[in-house]
């Protein structure tokens, strides 16, 4: 079975461009994340989708990130402009919605963000 | 303070080593706990659910105490490819349930 698919895996941008992820999720799987790890911290979660809805947006900075997962299978992450402080990396995960406290998270390999 | 903190690290410790990392979480609310293995520049992997009763899979064992809000690990008999991070998650009840809460992460480093 194929794991989390992510693109690009690294990423090198100047500060204020624009720059997407993109993630698709194990096959069948429900529920999809974005999380964001940055270097020497665990994961922190930006997102959560349930389907299409996101129903857990509340540390997603929305005056630069958006994120949309229009059919409710892959899924894209945008920032714009990146800031320095961006630099990161992005984790997407996504689990069957079973039993959702106790369900594992499948994480896909990440994207690099670096910004100089 | 972080809602969930780990022992910091690094722990260097020789083959064969006992080694035990802990964790403690802040919120009551907290209703799962995970041990996720992360390999350098690698993705986070569960390597174990926690429960209440405590739980074993081979060399690893898992403990939680809810009274004390902390959740340890226990590795037995370490060998090389242990060396990774260690990472403790929680979720939490309602509607925020799935949402892995994660601690900083605890570095080992088995030696020969």
């Known amino acids: 079975e194929a794991g989390v698919v992510q693109s690009p895996r690294y990423k090198i941008i100047e500060k204020k461009q624009p720059v997407a992820f993109w993630c698709n999720p194990i096959s069948g799987h429900n529920t999809l994340y974005w999380y964001r790890q940055n270097l020497g911290q665990g994961p922190e979660l930006l997102i959560r989708?349930?389907?299409?809805?996101?129903?857990?947006d509340s540390q997603l900075p929305k005056d630069r990130f958006s994120a949309e997962r229009l059919k409710g299978v892959d899924s894209t992450l945008k920032i714009q402009p990146a800031e320095l402080g961006d630099s990161a990396v992005y984790l997407c995960?996504?689990?069957?919605?079973?039993?959702?406290?106790?369900?594992?998270?499948?994480f896909g390999p990440g994207t690099r963000l670096l910004v100089l | 303070r972080k809602e969930v903190e780990q022992d910091p690290g690094p722990f260097n410790v020789p083959e064969g080593a006992t080694v035990a990392f802990n964790c403690t979480y802040s919120n009551s609310a907290s209703q799962s706990f995970f041990w996720y293995r992360q390999d350098c520049r690698k993705e986070p992997k569960l390597l174990m659910s926690v429960y209440s009763s405590g739980n074993e899979d081979g060399r690893f064992t898992a403990q939680l105490n809810r009274a004390s809000q902390y959740i340890s690990l226990l590795i037995r008999d370490s060998k090389l490819s242990d060396s990774a991070t260690y990472l403790c998650?929680?979720?939490?009840?309602?509607?925020?349930?799935?949402?892995?809460?994660f601690g900083q992460g605890t570095e080992l480093s088995v030696k020969p």
């Open positions: 989708y349930e389907n299409e809805e996101a129903v857990d």
């Open positions: 998650a929680v979720t939490r009840r309602g509607n925020q349930g799935g949402k892995l809460i």
């Open positions: 995960a996504s689990s069957p919605h079973v039993d959702l406290e106790m369900e594992t998270q499948y």
